[in-house]
């Protein structure tokens, strides 16, 4: 079955970086768009960045020019390298895979922007 791991979120403050990483199974991992979601407190899930299997990427407006989106198909792995990061950033940040209709996610992993 489809597995979603993400890893990387933590605390850090207004301006700093995270790279958070999602290792996939289950899944030719190569053939597919993979996306990053995130949802703050009180607020909908949103897609902050998505990726083509051909490496074409989406950006949410608000993060375009601070973060980049990224695979490695060796690794099975997306990646979010966020900079400048601002309070709200705040998420819990989830990777997401369309697969025949079916939308999978990983359990999350909590970003928190603040001094």
């Known amino acids: 079955q489809v597995q979603l791991v993400e890893s990387g979120g933590g605390l850090v403050q207004p301006g700093g970086s995270l790279r958070l990483s999602c290792a996939a199974s289950g899944m030719i991992f190569s053939i597919y768009a993979m996306g990053w979601y995130r949802q703050a407190p009180g607020k909908q899930r949103e897609l902050v960045a998505r990726?083509?299997?051909?490496?074409?990427?989406y950006y949410l407006d608000s993060v375009k020019g601070r973060f980049t989106i990224s695979r490695e198909n060796a690794k099975n792995t997306v990646y979010l390298q966020m900079n400048s990061l601002k309070p709200e950033d705040t998420a819990v940040y989830y990777c997401n895979v369309g697969i025949g209709g079916d939308d999978y996610w990983g359990q999350g992993t909590q970003v928190t922007v603040s001094y």
């Open positions: 990726i083509t299997r051909g490496g074409s990427t």
